[in-house]
């Protein structure tokens, strides 16, 4: 177990580290740099597993990094950073200001504004994996659909039917339960990648209905919209 509070994060604040546009992928990288060195870590199976707006850190961190063999990411908070900030509660206008310790709005405003992915997910090399719910309102579905096309590297964008920001697998959305098993379909998602197994469906949307059988039942779509066939 090794953790670590990340630049704009608890600690690292209070040490007057700010969170800027590009430097948490940065202390990620130099974090690995130290962890492959120990005895214990097999520096060729290096996975990232990032939730929600970490989601968004992890991508920017496999852009950067040639080590990880493979990301995966539920509830992905891929969209371009003006939604979270103008759209959603501004309590995350508040948040970002204290962990990038922005003086302005309009010096907030220049830092999200250089939080994107645009131009990232095409750097990613590793096996990547996505999932999201269709009504997610930090990340409309079509600039999901956007990001995810520019991942040139083998990948599957996983979309659960009638949801919101924390998808689960089975009788849908709840705070309580929606975690262990999309959890456990991801982190058996990335085990396949670590012993080189090919992707079911490269490229290619999985379209998970509501109370179906998740995204590895033989009878899953493969759509991006509820309208299709």
């Keep these: 177990m090794f953790s670590f509070d990340g ?3 608890p600690e690292s604040n209070l040490r007057g580290i700010r969170l800027t546009a590009d430097n948490f992928e940065d202390a990620a990288s130099t974090a690995l740099d130290y962890l492959v060195q120990r005895p214990e870590i097999d520096a060729t199976q290096i996975g ?11 991508m920017r961190f496999a852009a950067r990094d040639r080590r990880i063999r493979a990301i995966a990411a539920p509830a992905a908070s891929v969209a371009e950073k003006y939604f979270l900030m103008d759209l959603e509660s501004p309590r995350w ?19 999200m504004g250089d939080m994107t992915l645009d131009g990232y997910m095409a750097k990613i090399t590793c096996p990547t ?6 009504y997610d309102p930090r990340g409309p579905i079509d600039e999901i659909y956007r990001m995810f096309d520019q991942v040139t590297a083998p990948a599957e964008l996983w979309v659960f039917a009638d949801q919101h920001h924390m998808p689960s697998i089975g009788a849908g959305e709840s705070n309580t339960n ?37 995204p590895n039942s033989s009878a899953v779509a493969l759509k991006r919209k509820w309208y299709e066939s």
């Design 48 to 58: 990232v597993y990032s939730i929600s707006l970490a989601s968004f850190w992890g």
């Design 178 to 214: 929606w975690a262990a098993p999309l959890h456990g379909a991801m982190c058996d998602w990335l085990r396949d990648r670590f012993a080189d197994k090919p992707l079911r469906h490269p490229g290619q949307v999985v379209y998970v209905e509501p109370n179906s059988g998740g």
């Design 7 to 9: 630049p704009g994060h």
């Design 129 to 134: 994996l996505l999932a999201v719910g269709e």
């Design 93 to 111: 206008k508040q948040l970002f200001a204290y962990t990038t310790q922005s003086k302005t709005e309009a010096e907030l405003d220049a830092v």
